[in-house]
T-cell receptor, first 112, second 116 residues
Framework: DTEVTQTPKHLVMGMTNKKSLKCEQH?????MYWYKQKAKKPPELMFV???????INESVPSRFSPECPNSSLLNLHLHALQPEDSALYLC???????????FGPGTRLTVL | AQSVAQPEDQVNVAEGNPLTVKCTYS??????LFWYVQYPNRGLQFLLK??????LVKGSYGFEAEFNKSQTSFHLKKPSALVSDSALYFC??????????????FGTGTLLAVQP
């Protein structure tokens, strides 16, 4: 399996809702990333996990809470989001010793 | 800090003509450079990378890139453009010292439009 999968594809939520985004891979990659991307802009790094431990947090607001329960799964828990958080959320994975990252198709999030 | 610049927001080319998407970099130390492509409503797809070695790097879908140290450039090229190449292209540089500290720093992106 050479894919990174993300669910759901689309998510609409209100500002008081709690929801989660899921990312899954079975390539044995031990580095996993969350990015936020606005339309026609480059991805912005949010979090990096290495061996299931959080190694980088790019000063992301606490309303975004990442979790890496095992080496195949990466979650992003969302709570009390703002309309400006509407974006495409991308998951990526990489072999730690290598360089390139492999991206999932993303979750299109709309916050009302 | 490492950075890349993509000077063109959009590149227009006729199908069958050669295409070039420009990228310049600013790094301390050896550059690790990448090209990614993003089709509408999709994630990013890895095209190619330069780590070391030959200055001409070949990648997926017939794309190649030329690393030029004196001009600090890493331009993406294809000899004959296809309409299906129309997409958003990102140049990126690796920041970090390996392992868990690796981060990709992306350029602003170039929209490639190939006209039939």
């Amino acid at each position: 399996d050479t894919e990174v999968t993300q669910t759901p594809k689309h998510l609409v939520m209100g500002m008081t809702n709690k929801k989660s985004l899921k990312c899954e891979q079975h390539m044995g990659h031990r580095a996993m990333y969350w990015y936020k991307q606005k339309a026609k802009k480059p991805p912005e790094l949010m979090f990096v996990y290495s061996y299931e431990k959080l190694s980088i947090n790019e000063s992301v607001p606490s309303r975004f809470s990442p979790e890496c329960p095992n080496s195949s799964l990466l979650n992003l828990h969302l709570h009390a989001l703002q309309p400006e958080d509407s974006a495409l959320y991308l998951c990526a994975t990489a072999v730690l010793a290598a360089h390139e990252q492999f991206f999932g198709p993303g979750t299109r999030l709309t916050v009302l | 800090a490492q950075s890349v610049a993509q000077p063109e927001d959009q590149v227009n080319v006729a199908e069958g003509n050669p295409l070039t998407v420009k990228c310049t970099y600013s790094v301390s130390g050896n550059p690790y450079l990448f090209w990614y492509v993003q089709y509408p409503n999709r994630g990013l797809q890895f095209l190619l990378k330069y780590i070391t070695g030959d200055n001409l790097v070949k990648g997926s879908y017939g794309f190649e890139a030329e690393f030029n140290k004196s001009q600090t450039s890493f331009h993406l090229k294809k000899p004959s453009a296809l309409v299906s190449d129309s997409a958003l292209y990102f140049c990126a540089v690796r920041e970090g010292y390996g392992g868990a500290t690796n981060k990709l720093i992306f350029g602003t992106g170039t929209l490639l439009a190939v006209q039939p």
